[in-house]
């Protein structure tokens, strides 16, 4: 150990920009209130550009020239202190605990309830924040939501590991159950309930915080929070002045540069951040190719002491190639490429195709009006407007893309030869339709919404909360074709207004329909806080519409082009009680009932606009204890919970010689409970450790009898049949789950990370509506894993520049698992098709701060 | 910072432990069972085979059971591979010499010859290919074996032509080779009725034998004798006169096989084709037929099991596929698919020979729409797996 250290320390000596000084300077930042040490606070010397950030323990040490001075200590949310030195006669000064205050000035707390965020030892949910810091440094390659994979309850994937692909799911449940929120305003797909994190890309350069809170949340308006909810806050007017330039390096040419600049609030009580960056290369899996921009843009501006306005703007236009096909594990065994196998792209005149992949732009506007009214009462609206466009890729006509077909590939998993495709269309003539062609399924969006929140102090102890959460989303969806693949054009016989179209690149085809959404939501909130006891009760009503217009399957004449609007009012109430034992412990409970409308497809099913009248709202139950320890040295957390899914609805759909079967299987119970545990033990300054461990029992609790098949015309097919889920598991998430982590500082400049993610009881994921034979074994368990990763970060001084390093390596021991399986027959492993998470990689990036 | 030691020592071995590999037992059990790749191919011996990986002499064998015994070795060495149930069309060539001889008897027959018998004696020409055999048995029934007669006669097939014919004496029968008239001398771009050398008539040759077979049905593989008529110095005395410095007309008989369309110089092989299926271990002889389910077959199944199996055969006509999701209703399990191949190779191929393989190819539904393929083998009139 000793060995190690005195050589890391040899290698980060050599690497520091040595510096004439006078003297060290140490400290230790707080939270003033509770003494929690805070992580990346910025110490600078006034009047100098010479600074450095606390690290995770919030220790700070600086070297400064001067005898005598004063050092400006600040962070987000914090009021910031400036705090006097002498050196004279001293080599090294010690500051020792430097307190930091919660900002007073109102700004902050009303953001705090606007974005929904839960306080410490009040909220009464389950919750882990995630530091801006933290996202900074080890982050790296990884995918956005891949940050709090060492929370408790939370499983997540790649997917098929290309740039923005992955899935959040908490609790057992998948991302469209786990609302997503970005400064408070809902960012869920109004038709869908996902969520698309190559969206939003850029966001973990600004963001400033990332919370989540499992289970119910903190959060007022209607939200699919059934596993939970993240809160991701960007950073505004509370920056500091400055800003950064950036650039990280990786493994398969990963590349990512970009800046960030601040104005800091300016004497004209305007401010302004500007971000942008630029990512390139691959991803860890074959031809996963990234090309993307993101930016950010906020400019906020107080209008005397008790209004401000904000605008943000942000987005990240992208296109990436994906593997959307999972394989068997033999395959990948098989395969010359192993786990990096990816079987979806292939070669076009010398250039790399990829068959499947993503392209999409959905810049989100908001502007924010924050407005003290007066000692007691603060308005906080937010207007927004977000607008999507862009879709993704894939193959069309005659499938000559076969995994195995070595027609059209050199060896089986290799590149698909397109120029042979194009050969054969060629071949066909140019008067013939086209054989086999690429094309994109298209879904571009707009998105207003308002979001205003009241607050006001009934009595001393007493805040309430209310207000309205409107939505109006429009949503266009058609299939384009995108690349003609050596033909002239391709014949569709889709659009009853257009029989035998010719449809050349760029042209819809196939399908082409709107879907409206309209969502209107009251809410309201009231909270008591009192000595060691506080409480919170909120209620929540909110009523979804659908319509939808179909361009292709109907005549302009035929009434069934547009519906009407389908509704469904939902409601909700959750209540919690948080009581301070005392200084250290704290125990709280929560409760909650509330319902959500159905989406889309399950209204308009096989995508016709015939309305699923037995489309029903589904209904979820949770409680929740949890229990609170805030020590010197150690901080603990667990919690149990019980969410209890009543009426989940499903439709089940199947195609048959292009007539389509559905049938409507309501009445599924789910029932996910568990324990969840989170640790921080700092035995000395230099270190600490955390550990997470989640055991969930996440299983479906009852059988359906009697379901009818129907056909497109809504003839009953066959006889009723039963679905039989009752003890089966939940799949597609692991249910247990561990984490430990090391967080060691080497120097007062260097951090060195270690951490370790297990999950285990890990089911495949299945088609419910499937299960129509009693008996069947449980769904494939998916082999336990582990997988280690390692961080660096370096401070030192640039020439004058606050520089840091961050160097991270993930799955050091290249560790190969199965990070997602697809159940197969006889759900063994020899059936499923999996993907595999990333083997060994890296990332090493250097921020210049200014 | 001890007890911090043991801490780290401890995570380090969990970790370690926990995070080796954890496909690791399912990968080594693919492995163990792994099927061995399939795959349905042709192949067509070259010449490293047979005398590299064989060590033959020459580049073909002597006898179909030759090829039989030996072909699997060379599969083996080129595909080690392959695994059970894969299928080769392998073709090979096969040592069939036909011998060239060279006149030895040149002959005219007269009218003294034609009137020695009844059926000849009124027309003085043949117009029976049996009277023609009847005369050489009768003149030349004891000649030496594989003596050629070159033989000009009359031939009444609807008019009477002079043609002139090779019949070489082998194991007491006699061999016809086709000659050349002395217009076909002429068609051939030959002012005499001869060739100039053996070349030349080798090049032009297939030609000929082209054009005067055009209209016919000639079997591809066949082989035809030609006599054809060299003039040049008797080096070898062929008419035993004595003297190897004179210069004469002597006939030669040359082989031509037909491949494709062409006629080529036959050099004593023949090309043939077996198929080997692999049975796990090795090669050998397979007799397998290679069959994919049409919409007709599906329908079959479902008239004949519909009662039998209702689910499972309404399914499969409104998908075109057999449902194989084993948690579905509708899931046909392997016995069932064998019961229904039963029924339909017993239809479809109701004098299939005990031993009989088949492949048969169906499409399936297991989440996603893909093909399945059963190996069967008639065993006591019934169709069992593999």
Known sequence: MKKITSSLTLVFLLLTAFMQAQGTIRGTVVDGENGTPLPGVNVVVE??????????????????????????????????????????????????????????????????????????????????????????????????????????????????????????????????????????????????????????????????????????????????????????????????????????TGNDGYTKYGFKLSTGLLENDWAATVSLSRTTGEQFVDATTIDAYSYFLNVAKKLGDNHELSFTAFGAPQR????????????????????????????????????????????????????????????????????????????????????????????????????KIVAENKALGQATSAETFLRASRNNHQWYGALSTYNTELSEYIDLTAGIDLRFYKG????????????????????????????????????????????????????????????????????????????????????????????????????????????????????????????????????????????????????????GYRGDKFRADLNVYRTQWMDRSYTLTRTADNIQYTANILGVDALHQGVELELQYRPVETLTLTGMASLGDWQWANNVNNVQVFDDQQNPIGDPIDIYLDGVKVGNSAQTTF????????????????????????????????????????????????????????????????TQINANVFNVLGTEYISDAQDGDGSVAETALVYYGPGRTYTIGAIINF | MKKLNYLFTTIIMAVLALGCDPVEDINDSLAENEAGIVDEFSYTLTEDDYKETLGLDYANFNTIDDARDLIPQVLEENFPFLGANSLSTVTYDLYQPVQTERSLIVYTVTTEDYDSYPDTEEFDNFDDEDQIYTFLDDKYGDVDNRTLISLTYKFYDGSAQTLNNGF????????????????????????????????????????????????????????????????????????????????????????FILIGSEWEVYNNVVSQTLQFGNDGST????????????????????????????????????????????????????????????????????????????AVTFDIYNGSNTTETFFLIKTDGVWVMQ
């Open chain 1, 320 to 419: 990436h190639g994906q593997r959307q096909n999972r394989l068997l594990i033999d395959d990948y065994r098989r395969s010359e490429r192993g786990i990096r196998t990816n079987t979806d792209w292939g070669y076009k005149n010398g250039q790399l195709v990829n068959i499947e992949d993503n392209f999409y732009h959905k810049p989100q506007m908001s502007l924010n009006h924050y407005w003290t009214i007066n000692d007691i009462s603060s308005l906080t609206t937010a207007v927004y407007y977000s607008f999507g466009t862009g879709g993704g890729g894939g193959t069309a006509g005659t499938n000559k893309f076969g995994k195995y077909d070595t027609n059209y590939r050199d060896e089986v998993f290799g590149p698909v030869d397109l120029d």
């Open chain 2, 283 to 358: 090669w050998i002889p397979d007799n397998t037929i290679s069959y994919s389910l049409v919409a007709a077959d599906y329908a079959f199944i479902a008239s004949e099991l519909g009662d039998t199996y209702p689910a499972q055969t309404s399914s499969m006509t409104q998908y075109g596929n057999m449902d194989r999701r084993s948690g579905n209703a509708a899931f046909w399990s392997d016995d069932m698919i064998l019961e229904a191949f039963n029924l339909l190779l017993n239809d479809l191929d109701p004098s299939a020979e005990e031993g009989q393989k088949y």
């Open chain 1, 476 to 627: 266009d969806h058609y299939t384009e074709l995108t690349d003609l693949l050596g033909a002239a054009f391709y014949i569709d016989n889709n659009d009853v207004n257009n029989p035998n179209k010719v449809v050349r690149e760029g042209d819809k085809y196939n399908y082409y329909d709107t879907g409206y959404t309209n969502w209107q939501g009251l809410f309201a909130q009231a909270e008591y806080d009192k000595d060691a006891l506080s409480a919170v009760i909120s209620v929540a009503a909110n009523n979804t519409s659908y319509k939808r217009e179909d361009y292709f399957k109907y005549t302009p004449d035929d009434p069934l082009r547009e519906t009407d609007w389908v509704n469904f009012t939902a409601f909700s109430t959750k209540g919690g009680v948080n009581y301070r034992l005392d200084e250290k412990h704290n125990v709280f409970g929560n409760l909650g009932y509330f319902e959500r409308a159905p989406f889309n497809e399950a209204v308009f099913i096989n995508n016709r606009n015939n309305v699923n009248e037995d489309a029903e709202n589904q209904k979820i139950f949770s409680a929740e204890l949890g229990y």
């Open chain 1, 47 to 248: 009047g100098t550009t010479n600074g450095v950030s606390t690290d995770f323990d919030g220790v700070f040490e600086i070297q400064v020239v001067e005898n005598t001075g004063s050092l400006r200590v600040s962070y987000v949310g914090f009021k910031p202190s400036t705090l006097a030195f002498d050196l004279s006669g001293k080599k090294v000064v010690d500051l020792g605990t430097i307190n930091l205050e919660m900002d007073s000035d109102a700004l902050d707390e009303v953001i705090v309830k606007a974005y929904s965020l839960a306080i410490d030892r009040k909220t009464p949910v389950a919750v882990s924040t995630i530091k801006a810091e933290t996202i900074q440094n080890e982050l790296g390659s990884q995918e956005f939501p891949e940050i709090l994979k060492t929370t408790p309850g939370v499983y997540v994937t790649r997917g098929g590991g290309g740039f923005g692909d992955a899935e959040l799911r908490i609790r057992g449940f998948n991302s469209e159950n786990v609302a997503v929120m970005i400064n408070g305003i809902p960012v869920n797909d109004m038709e869908n309930g996902r969520v698309y994190w190559s969206n939003w890309a850029g966001l973990s350069d600004v963001a400033s915080s990332m919370q989540v809170q499992r289970g119910l949340g903190a959060a007022m308006i209607g939200l699919p929070s059934i596993g939970g909810t993240v809160n991701i806050v960007t950073k505004s007017t509370d920056i500091e002045k400055g800003g950064n330039v950036m650039m990280t």
């Open chain 1, 739 to 802: 984490a430990l982590g090391a967080d060691y500082a080497v120097l007062a400049s260097t951090t060195v990370r270690a951490s370790f993610n297990y999950a285990a009881d890990y089911y495949a994921d299945y088609d419910v509506t499937g299960r129509s034979v009693e008996g069947l074994p449980q769904t494939w368990k998916m082999p336990d894993y582990g997988v280690f990763d390692l961080g660096l970060t370096h401070r030192f001084n640039f020439g004058g520049f606050n």
């Open chain 2, 168 to 255: 070489l004496r082998v194991n007491g029968s006699w061999q016809f080779a086709l000659g050349l008239t002395n217009a076909e001398y002429n068609e051939v771009g030959q002012g005499f009725a001869n060739f100039n050398t053996e070349d030349e008539a080798l090049r032009k040759l297939p030609i000929f034998l082209k054009d005067k077979f055009k209209y016919d049905d000639v079997a591809e593989g066949t082989i035809k004798s030609v006599m054809y008529k060299l003039y040049t110095t008797d080096e070898d005395d062929i008419d035993n006169d004595g003297s190897v410095e004179d210069r004469a007309t002597y006939s030669y008989i040359a082989n």
